[in-house]
Structures are given as structure tokens and as C-alpha cells.
């Protein structure tokens, strides 16, 4: 007869360390990837941008509340600020 069976709904974790991609201003391949690598005493965030093309690592510590895409804002602050004071 009609049996529902019920399937076990799996809850799909969200994954917080998901790689994200942008484009390195070094060398302009879309290829820098930021990596969430842990917390910082003052719960700010830790991220390792890593260009896979020219080898370009920095790492960038943005507050608790901000993701990937502001580290690498803040990077490329940071490239732009190097270029300004050579
Ligand atoms: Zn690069």
C-alpha cells in the first residue's frame, strides 16, 4: 500500500573554507585564490591569498564580520598603497 517511506533529510552543511577566486594584481589571471586559514586572538579573520599562476602569497586579516571578497579588497588596497610609496 501506499508506504511513504521518508527519506533522512540530510542537512547540507555549508562549508565555510570554500576557496574563493579573484583576479591577482600582479600578474591579472583570475587565479588568486583567498583561503580562510583560522581566527585571529581579536576574532578577526585570517585569509592567505595565493595567486596559482605567479606564486604572488599575502596574507590579510580582515574583521570577524567581513568574508573573502574583503580580504582581497583589502590586498588590493594594500598592492595600490606599495605602488603609491615606491
Ligand atoms: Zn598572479
Do not use: H, W
Not at 578577526?44 to 596574507?59: A, P, R
Request: hydrophobic share 35%.
Amino acid at each position: 500500500m501506499g508506504r511513504r517511506r521518508r527519506r533522512k533529510v540530510t542537512p547540507v552543511k555549508v562549508r565555510r573554507s570554500i576557496p574563493k577566486v579573484f583576479r591577482c594584481p600582479k600578474c591579472d589571471n583570475e587565479s588568486l585564490v583567498a583561503t580562510e586559514t583560522g581566527t585571529g586572538e581579536n576574532g578577526e579573520k585570517e585569509f592567505i591569498l595565493k595567486c596559482g599562476v605567479c606564486g604572488f602569497t599575502q596574507k590579510v586579516t580582515v574583521n570577524k564580520n567581513q568574508q573573502a571578497v574583503d580580504a582581497y579588497n583589502k590586498l588590493v588596497d594594500i598592492i595600490a598603497g606599495l605602488a603609491r610609496s615606491i
